[in-house]
């Protein structure tokens, strides 16, 4: 009897420590209480730097804003993008806000939480650009980002496509004449040609249309519904459109989000 009772003690006594376990992993986070969130720090405006020198921009708000609402810490990692796959997969970090958009290859990869902006490609070429569509950089050289869709956009347009491993070099190449058009982000391409007032303009036909997602490695399915219910519960609020217009001018919330797939 008195074993009994004494193994009953011990299995109680357990229980809370166990409840806290289960409490800490509850988000399958790299450490318990804190989000860790790859983005690049340069690609404006969805991350870049303030004046103040704190990180800013579309992903950098809409991320913070989501840790705020699980009661985690945010902690951004700042990676190059041509790497930021890898380091996900090597549990560098709980999860990518880099501007990613969401295709039926990457899918197979990672995880992607509902899709948090709408944006398309767009090419971008210099004031007096004979480019006036898509078809017409056919035989041109094209700048695209390294390791990007736009650069697959560009090489099946026909274009002989020259990478880049920052936005920035690639329109002050394109302003400079070193290359006859980019293809980007039209979110970042009509925010860049705003703020650095380079002689460039957007052409009006886009070359595609898109959803960028955060991407989480496979096998977190409550941290990815805790991301997609913080990030409904703020579009839903107007949060969501409060931190993204004071920088756009618009609100790039998708109005029909590409959900997550079934794991």
């Known amino acids: 009897m008195k074993l009994r009772n004494l193994a009953m003690a011990l299995t109680l006594a357990l229980l809370p420590l166990s409840g806290a376990a289960q409490a800490d992993d509850a988000l399958e986070l790299l450490v318990p209480g804190e989000l860790s969130v790859a983005t690049e720090g340069t690609y404006p405006p969805f991350s870049m730097r303030a004046p103040s020198g704190q990180l800013d921009g579309l992903e950098i708000r ?16 700042l ?7 890898i380091g996900l997969e090597a549990d560098q970090y709980d999860i990518i806000s880099d501007a990613m958009d969401i295709t039926p290859e990457r899918q197979k990869k990672v995880t992607f939480a509902d899709g948090w902006l709408e944006s398309g490609g767009r090419i971008v070429v210099r004031d007096d650009s004979d480019i006036t569509k898509p078809a017409d950089v056919a035989g041109h050289s094209v700048g695209a980002l390294v390791a990007s869709n736009w650069s697959t956009l560009a090489e099946g347009l026909g274009a002989k496509v020259k990478t880049y491993k920052a936005e920035s070099d690639a329109m002050q190449d394109l302003a400079n004449g070193n290359v006859d058009a980019i293809i980007t982000d039209s979110i970042a391409a009509a925010y860049a040609i705003k703020t650095s007032r380079l002689p460039l303009k957007l052409v009006e036909e886009p070359v595609s249309t898109i959803q960028k997602g955060f991407a989480i490695k496979k096998g977190k399915p409550h941290l990815v519904a805790a991301i997609n219910k913080a990030l409904a519960e703020m579009i839903a609020d107007g949060t969501y459109a409060k931190l993204t217009t004071d920088l756009i001018g618009v609100d790039p919330a998708p109005k029909d989000p590409i959900r997550t797939l079934p794991q």
């Open 62 to 77: 809409v991320m913070q804003e989501i840790a705020r609402r699980l009661d985690l810490q945010y902690k951004p990692v």
């Open 79 to 85: 990676v190059k993008w041509e790497s930021v796959l």
